[in-house]
């Protein structure tokens, strides 16, 4: 997953996801990704 600036787009974040498929978004597991990457699109 990689996570872009705006204008212009730069690379802000870059994280691997290792969840297997098919993925349980209830899962611990995903929920933390989802936090992180969720943080990294609101901090400027």
């Known amino acids: 997953m990689i996570v872009l600036s705006p204008h212009p787009g ?9 969840l297997p498929r098919p993925r349980d978004p209830l899962s611990v597991a995903f929920l ?4 992180t990457i969720v943080g990294h699109l609101g901090s400027r």
Do not use: F, G, P
Not at 10 to 18: F, K, P
Not at 32 to 35: H, V
């Open 10 to 18: 730069t690379v802000r974040a870059q994280t691997r996801i290792t």
């Open 32 to 35: 933390d990704y989802q936090k």
